[in-house]
């Protein structure tokens, strides 16, 4: 069974950068679609990006757009996700998760049935 990690959150200042990282356990790991999410406090989790099989085909949600670049590495069973020019409101739990669809991604959650255990970012003064 895919099992996955997140790693790389932490605190930094508005307008910093982190890169979070997605490791798996499994060497099918290339067969699924990875999707960020993040849920702040009082929020509804919210799908932030997703890279398809084989890495074609990406999603933004529009909050993080220009910002945040996602990216896999299929060799080393990690999906990344780059973040610059960090705000306040990006301030949440992040986590990853694992979809067996078959083509393409999606930001909803419905489609992903592995998840990982999150990794706190904060972006503060």
């Known amino acids: 069974q895919l099992q996955l990690v997140e790693s790389g959150g932490g605190l930094v200042q508005p307008g910093g950068s982190l890169r979070l990282s997605c490791a798996a356990s499994q060497f099918t790991f290339d067969y699924y679609a990875i999707g960020w999410f993040r849920q702040a406090p009082g929020k509804e989790r919210e799908g932030v990006s997703c890279i398809s099989k084989g890495g074609r085909s990406i999603r933004y949600a529009d909050s993080v757009k220009g910002r945040f670049t996602i990216s896999r590495d299929d060799a080393k069973n990690t999906v990344y996700l780059q973040m610059n020019s960090l705000k306040p409101e990006d301030t949440a739990v992040y986590s990853c998760?694992?979809?067996?669809?078959?083509?393409?991604?999606?930001?909803?959650?419905?489609?992903?049935?592995?998840w990982g255990q999150g990794t706190q970012v904060t972006v503060s003064s």
């Open positions: 998760a694992g979809a067996t669809i078959i083509v393409g991604c999606g930001l909803g959650t419905k489609d992903y049935n592995r």
